[in-house]
């Protein structure tokens, strides 16, 4: 009897795992069904360099690509809003009350930001001078806001974890230092880096490596600040309040708001935790709500950096463990973990690796990752596409 797998998202993760599941089961065997509110692809690592050039018509279509064009024949692609998830009767209630019934389950739907859980912040940033880089509407305005900067205190903020791409905060601080070097500006602008955690990132080796980075380039540290408001109205400078009351004032802020999983998890039973994230076993990527439900990438509660390398590894995972869980034998399949990064400090003589090989990302991003191909260990996920140094940043 053929069974049907539904993949709730057409993101990273979605798209690769159906894509695998595809070519590991037949047509007769399986049906393959992928859900999303939308048909537009985003390559979201470009998104955080758009904002250093002009964002044109043509910056938008090296973004945007269809999602169902990226597809395998024989998967069908429903462009749909997601209700919730009926966990008892193995089905996904859709916009118009159509429900859709599933043999397994795999839910690959993100991570969203949440600026709402941050007193001050919207969803493009907060008032004129305070911006972000997550959705294509914010990346285009804070490139108006960049080429209008002339001096002043430029703040990236990381609000509060956990966050995706939790390296890009800190990439983006390193690119806005040369793009102020290339305008002959950078002695007019102060940098500062500010974030929640005890130091630079999370990781304590990488964490002293990007802290002496940050010095190396003349950027302000500022940690264990949890922002409880943005304010970024009014005359005179704009402020970040921590909960503690320290201040932190900015002529221009880049702010990063904590993320949650997608709405429709926390309406869906014991899908989900507290802030809308799958809870999974960590190794077979399993849901410990069903045995039939599986996840993978941004969406789940596993403690490892929301990436698309992450992402990528755990496609594999998912697709070997649906193929087994379908014949009815053990799940082979464990994720071990792992995260991979590159970071783009820029490409000056002072920087270490990694500029260079983020130039081939966005076609191997498009062409090889999406499709369930290994890349030979490259971390497409954190591969944004960038150009040589006093050029064009934009993807």
Avoid at 106 to 116: D, S
Avoid at 127 to 154: I, K, P, Q
Wanted: charged share 25%; aromatic share 6%; net charge negative.
């Amino acid at each position: 009897m053929k069974k049907r797998i539904v993949i709730l998202g057409g993101g990273t993760g979605g798209t690769l795992v159906a894509n695998r599941l595809r070519r590991a089961l037949s047509p007769q065997d399986a049906e393959i069904v992928v859900v999303d509110l939308d048909d537009e692809h985003v390559y979201q690592p470009g998104l955080l360099f758009a904002p250093f050039g002009p964002f044109t018509v043509h910056t938008r279509r090296r973004l945007v690509h269809a999602r169902h064009g990226a597809l395998h024949p024989g998967i069908e692609f429903r462009k749909a809003l997601i209700d919730h998830v009926d966990l008892d009767r193995n089905r996904v209630l859709l916009d118009n009350c159509v429900w859709l019934d599933y043999d397994v389950l795999v839910v690959a739907t993100g991570a969203r930001p949440v600026p709402e859980r941050t007193e001050g912040l919207s969803a493009d940033g907060a008032a004129e001078r305070v911006h972000g880089f997550y959705t294509l509407r914010a990346a285009e305005r804070l490139s108006r806001a960049l080429r209008e900067f002339a001096g002043g205190r430029l703040v990236v903020d990381v609000a509060a974890m956990p966050i995706k791409g939790p390296v890009a905060p800190l990439e983006f601080c390193f690119l806005a230092d040369e793009y102020f070097r290339h305008r002959k500006l950078r002695e007019k602008v102060e940098l500062t880096f500010v974030t929640p955690l005890d130091g630079a990132f999370a990781k304590p080796v990488l964490s002293r490596t990007l802290e002496g980075l940050l010095r190396d380039k003349g950027i302000e540290l500022v940690t264990g600040f949890a922002a409880g408001e943005v304010d970024g109205g009014g005359e005179g400078p704009g402020r970040l309040v921590a909960r503690d009351g320290r201040e932190v004032p900015f002529d221009l802020a880049v702010v990063v708001p904590q993320h949650a999983g997608a709405a429709y998890v926390q309406r869906s039973g014991d899908l989900g935790d507290e802030l809308g994230f799958v809870r999974v076993d960590p190794e077979t990527l399993r849901s410990l709500a069903k045995p039939d439900v599986f996840a993978l990438g941004d969406a789940t509660d596993v403690p490892t950096a929301k990436t698309a390398s992450v992402a990528q590894s755990e496609g594999e995972v998912v697709a070997a463990n649906v193929g087994a869980h379908l014949a009815g034998r053990e799940l082979p399949a464990r994720f071990d973990g792992h995260a991979n990064f590159l970071v783009d400090a820029g490409s000056g003589p002072a920087s270490p690796p990694g500029h260079l090989e983020k130039l081939a990302a966005r076609r191997l991003y498009w062409h090889e990752m999406l499709a369930g191909r290994r890349t030979a260990g490259i971390d497409v996920g954190a591969l944004p596409h960038t150009a040589p140094s006093g050029q064009d940043l934009r993807p």
